[in-house]
């Protein structure tokens, strides 16, 4: 999951594509590139499922139906990881497209294998920054949902700036959900749960579907860290709000 892999910054913001907006007072990286290493069988799955599983970054909006070959309700999932999660989701709910942001080496290469291994046919890959890709390619109201798994908790109370899970952002995915879109987030670590529960409801576009937490969405697979965690006493908190009109 993202939180294994991926680390979160806040920096200054672009321009986005869509000149009708006003532009977000802070830019959001949604990661920081870290070393690994990539497999031979992650390299294989690059070389081999890339040419028509990726879709390269480009400033010009994304045509979601020429992507996919097909029109269908698209999610957006903001650091895979491995792609555990995200190959489950794919294959449970064939009826919807996914549209997967990691810039990890490693963890593009271990999805795409899970791909060829499954024969999953509705995802697609975009190894770039997650905020320039809602920045750039999606239209405003284009995502059906939006998926952040267990984005880097940054611990460090002089850390907690770098978190994913900031105003600008949320704003920015609201204004790219549709009328009744979702936004699911998760984490296991509860002041950062407690930050996102603030951060969500501070959003006039968004509302909570529950009271506070959400019961985990029947979709989201439980990953064998999760359980470890769970196992060990850890907690785990989902969050679903919905865009109203």
Same mark, same amino acid.
């Given at each position: 999951?993202?939180?294994?892999? &991926?680390?979160?910054?806040?920096?200054?913001?672009?321009?986005?594509?869509?000149?009708?907006?006003?532009?977000?007072?802070?830019?959001? %990286?949604?990661?920081?590139?870290? +070393?690994?290493?990539?497999?031979?069988? &992650?390299?294989?799955?690059?070389?081999?499922?890339?040419?028509?599983?990726?879709?390269?970054?480009?400033?010009?909006?994304?045509?979601?139906?020429?992507?996919?070959?097909?029109?269908?309700?698209?999610?957006?999932?903001?650091?895979?990881?491995?792609?555990?999660?995200?190959?489950?989701?794919?294959?449970?709910?064939?009826?919807?497209?996914?549209?997967?942001?990691?810039?990890?080496?490693?963890?593009?290469?271990?999805?795409?294998?899970?791909?060829?291994?499954?024969?999953?046919?509705?995802?697609?890959?975009?190894?770039?920054?997650?905020?320039?890709?809602?920045?750039?390619?999606?239209?405003?109201?284009?995502?059906?949902?939006?998926?952040?798994?267990?984005?880097?908790?940054?611990?460090?109370?002089?850390?907690?700036?770098?978190?994913?899970?900031?105003?600008?952002?949320? +704003?920015?995915? +609201?204004?790219?959900?549709?009328?009744?879109?979702?936004?699911?987030?998760?984490?296991?670590?509860?002041?950062?749960?407690?930050?996102?529960?603030?951060?969500?409801?501070?959003?006039?576009?968004?509302?909570?579907?529950?009271?506070?937490?959400?019961?985990?969405? +029947?979709?989201?697979?439980?990953?064998?860290?999760?359980?470890?965690?769970?196992?060990?006493?850890?907690?785990?908190?989902?969050?679903?709000? %919905?865009?109203?009109?």
């Amino acid at each position: 999951m993202a939180a294994l892999l &991926q680390s979160r910054a806040v920096t200054q913001s672009p321009l986005p594509l869509f000149p009708a907006e006003a532009p977000p007072q802070r830019r959001i %990286r949604s990661f920081v590139l870290r +070393a690994g290493r990539t497999t031979s069988g &992650q390299e294989k799955a690059l070389a081999e499922l890339g040419p028509r599983f990726l879709i390269p970054y480009a400033e010009v909006p994304l045509d979601a139906t020429a992507a996919f070959g097909r029109q269908a309700p698209l999610v957006l999932e903001i650091g895979f990881g491995m792609g555990e999660a995200t190959a489950h989701i794919a294959r449970v709910r064939p009826d919807d497209n996914f549209l997967c942001c990691e810039v990890h080496e490693p963890g593009v290469g271990a999805l795409l294998r899970r791909i060829g291994e499954h024969g999953i046919a509705n995802i697609r890959i975009l190894r770039h920054d997650a905020v320039e890709v809602l920045t750039h390619m999606l239209a405003p109201a284009q995502l059906d949902g939006v998926h952040i798994f267990f984005p880097d908790p940054w611990h460090k109370k002089r850390h907690h700036k770098r978190r994913l899970i900031q105003p600008p952002l949320i +704003a920015l995915l +609201a204004n790219r959900l549709r009328p009744g879109g979702y936004l699911h987030c998760a984490t296991d670590w509860q002041p950062y749960a407690e930050q996102m529960l603030r951060v969500l409801s501070g959003e006039p576009l968004l509302a909570n579907t529950a009271a506070d937490w959400a019961e985990r969405p +029947a979709y989201r697979p439980l990953t064998k860290f999760e359980n470890r965690g769970l196992r060990l006493g850890h907690g785990v908190w989902d969050l679903v709000f %919905r865009r109203g009109a």
